[in-house]
């Protein structure tokens, strides 16, 4: 009999990590050694008090802060041991954001705003718009391909910022807080697109936010404080129900 197949490696492994911020007498520990696990597929909430260490966590995982101390993989990729160069190429690839403010550049139109990442990325523009154009239409903004975001509504711009992080198929989205900018009807368009579109097999999605109303979307919600993960708790995505504690 073949032995049992070891289970898959989970897509986020973070183990141990901590991130001081100033030194002496003056140094401020965010992160005080979490452990976390995220596989393939999942969409994970993280939750908390302002302060906690969310935004710390997240930026971590993407590769844009390093930690004080731990181990920090993605993808199988240490990012703790690669050069400043290699973690740029490394978000270039696989990491999509969206965030709280939208962050869309004012002088662009909508599918310019889109298309950032592919030409960042090499592309050329008679590539990089229509491929922006076709994920704008596909999330309902195919009439306002040549709109400045002055006049897009909110909810409008998130999708602009959607399609922004999304253009160019990265294995992870990080999400800050994206929908506490919006009123509840565009929050909850919001989370279904992010949902619809890029939750996949071969990706992860992390959200960080305050909004309970988004709680349903998440297959897992972990509860930081004071710099710790202090529990999960698994869902049915879709589902509102009493959630089991996996700590």
């Not at 579109?197 to 404080?225: F, G, K, N, S």
Request: charged share 20%; proline share 8%; net charge neutral.
């Amino acid at each position: 009999m073949p032995p049992p197949a070891s289970p898959p490696s989970p897509a986020v492994h973070v183990r141990g990590v901590t991130r001081d911020f100033g030194s002496g007498d003056a140094v401020a520990r965010a992160l005080r050694g979490v452990d976390l696990d995220v596989p393939h597929g999942e969409l994970l909430m993280l939750v908390g008090p302002s302060g906690c260490g969310k935004t710390t966590l997240v930026s971590i995982i993407a590769g844009t802060l390093q930690p004080t101390g731990g181990d920090v993989q993605v993808f199988g990729k240490d990012l703790v041991a690669m050069s400043p160069a290699a973690r740029v190429r490394f978000r270039r690839v696989n990491v999509g954001f969206i965030f709280q403010s939208f962050n869309l550049l004012p002088a662009l139109t909508a599918v310019e705003n889109a298309a950032v990442p592919l030409i960042i990325a090499g592309w050329s523009r008679a590539r990089a718009l229509p491929a922006a154009a076709a994920l704008l239409d596909r999330l309902g903004l195919g009439s306002r391909l040549t709109n400045l975001p002055s006049e897009l509504s909110g909810g409008q711009q998130q999708r602009v910022a959607i399609a922004r992080a999304l253009v160019h198929e990265p294995r992870l989205l990080i999400c800050d807080e994206p929908t506490s900018a919006l009123d509840a009807e565009n929050g909850r368009i919001t989370m279904e697109l992010i949902s619809g579109l890029a939750v996949r097999p071969d990706r992860v999605v992390i959200v960080v936010t305050h909004d309970q109303r988004v709680y349903p979307y998440a297959d897992r919600i972990a509860t930081m404080e004071d710099g710790q993960i202090v529990s999960i708790e698994a869902r049915r995505r879709g589902e509102i129900g009493a959630p089991s504690h996996d700590t």
